[in-house]
């Protein structure tokens, strides 16, 4: 399973309680989080491009791997 982020733009004809029936028609999809027009689910790489076509003006983006992020922030030394 893939975990993939669903956002509505301003073309998106459905509304993001529709794009959930969408997700949910998905025999092994599951909806992990929703937040205003953004879907945050589970689901099945083989069935990505069929979701992509039934859900027109919205974004699938594949959750990969969190970036590092270096410190750039000064740290003054401390006193010995």
Known sequence: MLKVLLRQTKTASLS???A???VRSFA???VLGKEG????????PC???AL???LPGW?????GPPTPVPD???HPDKPA
Do not use: G, P
Not at 37 to 44: A, M, Q, T, V
């Open 16 to 18: 993001a309680e529709d």
């Open 20 to 22: 959930e029936t969408v």
């Open 28 to 30: 092994a999809a599951k």
């Open 37 to 44: 027009k953004n879907l945050l689910i589970d689901f099945d």
């Open 47 to 49: 069935e990505l491009e």
């Open 52 to 54: 992509r076509q039934r």
């Open 59 to 63: 974004l699938a983006v594949e959750q």
């Open 72 to 74: 750039t922030c000064l």
